[in-house]
């Protein structure tokens, strides 16, 4: 069957700053209207730009600068839980005239923003947290004028890095940005690269450093994949559903710039027993996978290991730690690690139709939405959804159709 995805909220995400620093309008086509993008698109016009939205199309015009700065909204942004805007949006603090203050709702509150704040700072910027320490809501000051060496941690997650390369070519000198720990998400630094090239301007990516050239994005178009982290969910139902499931658009893994493409590779090893008796998978590159990922092991007859997966806990929700729990009500067998989880083939005797909670995690109300294909549960809150995959539960009812014809 033929099941529709989402178009890229990581694309969109990227393509929305992209433009807001472009020197001329720019048109987003296919873009994703979600939650997210529509608190970056505020972000956007409290600076002072404008975000248009037609059928399939964003307008967007820049917002005006003085000497390349932008002008300070008068008040607070709120962005909800979206990490992209403001991680992406703390960056732009390094070109805007005055206090960007950036806040988010309970669970944003939560979220690390620390390294990014500490490597604004190298740059010029002054953070001043305004309740906990290391998290929003934070206000941010440019003081000094910007530097162009940069060291960040990209342990945690590589959204610092790219909102950082994305302002780089803005900056008089360029930026040239080193990263230290273990890195994670490395795909999605590649699909920022990607992007900023066809807007205009090529970084430099080597295994811990990223060079930016000072110039001008200039691009009138850009253009957002179907999504992967999307057809994830889709293609994990199929495999759970025992059904084919095809995804129109999808650009193939190794032309696409979404990481998430390796899933098509994932779940080809899910259709063979394993060499060694055991499913192994490394998240480090590809941490939004493992919801779908979890949710199709559930109904393998063989172990599965997930590691590579630490930086899962510090997204919408602890991700390890929600699956394990909730999904565990239901009898399945998940060992928690530090890095990832053990699954257990089989199921024991859970609670009889649970609510499972989300955590208002759209990756876990989907997941849970994909083990309920084969399971009576309930999912709390969830059209929390919206944040990524608005359609979701249509496309699930279609599965749930196909797997009771």
């Known amino acids: 069957m033929r099941l529709v995805a989402p178009t890229s909220k990581s694309m969109t995400q990227r393509a929305l700053v992209l433009a807001t620093l472009a020197d001329g309008p720019t048109r987003i086509v296919d873009p994703l209207d979600c939650d997210d993008a529509r608190h970056l698109s505020e972000l956007v016009r409290a600076l002072g730009g404008r975000v248009t939205a037609t059928e399939g199309i964003l307008e967007v015009e820049p917002p005006p600068t003085e000497r390349g700065q ?229 109904f393998v007859d063989h172990p599965t290991v997930i590691r590579g997966a630490a930086h899962t806990r510090i997204k919408e929700s602890d991700r390890v730690a929600v699956l394990a729990t909730q999904l565990g009500r239901l009898g399945f067998r998940l060992t928690v690690h530090d890095d990832g989880l053990d699954i257990t083939p089989g199921r024991d005797r859970g609670e009889p139709n649970p609510l499972l909670d989300p955590d208002h995690d759209h990756r876990m109300a989907m997941a849970f939405g994909l083990v309920s294909l084969r399971a009576a549960l309930q999912v709390k809150n969830p059209s929390c959804v919206t944040k990524s995959f608005p359609t979701f539960w249509q496309r699930l009812a279609q599965l749930s159709q196909a797997l009771h014809d």
């Open 70 to 298: 932008f002008h300070a909204p008068t008040e607070a942004v709120f962005l909800g839980n979206a990490g992209t805007a403001v991680r992406f949006g703390a960056g732009l603090s390094l070109l805007v005239e005055g206090a960007l203050t950036i806040d988010g709702d309970e669970h944003m509150r939560k979220r690390p923003l620390g390294p990014l704040v500490e490597a604004l700072g190298q740059l010029g910027v002054e953070g001043r947290y305004l309740e906990t320490p290391g998290c929003p809501p934070v206000t941010l000051v440019r003081r000094t004028a910007p530097g162009r060496r940069v060291r960040i941690d990209g342990s945690l997650s590589s959204q610092y890095a790219s909102g950082l390369m994305m302002v780089g070519p803005r900056l008089p000198n360029g930026l040239s940005i080193h990263l230290e720990g273990a890195v994670v998400s490395r795909p999605y630094l590649a699909m920022t690269a990607a992007m900023m090239a066809r807007a205009g301007v090529a970084p430099r990516l080597s295994e811990r450093d990223i060079e930016v050239t000072s110039g001008r994005y200039c691009a009138s178009e850009l253009v957002v994949e179907a999504d992967w982290s999307g057809a994830a969910f889709l293609l994990a139902g199929g495999f759970i559903a025992g059904t084919e499931v095809e995804v129109p658009g999808l650009m193939p893994p190794g032309t696409s710039l979404q990481g998430d493409a390796a899933f098509a590779d994932m779940l080809t090893q899910l259709r063979q027993p394993p060499p060694n008796g055991t499913y192994r998978f490394d998240l480090t590159n590809a941490p939004d996978l493992i919801a779908p990922l979890v949710a199709a092991c559930l």
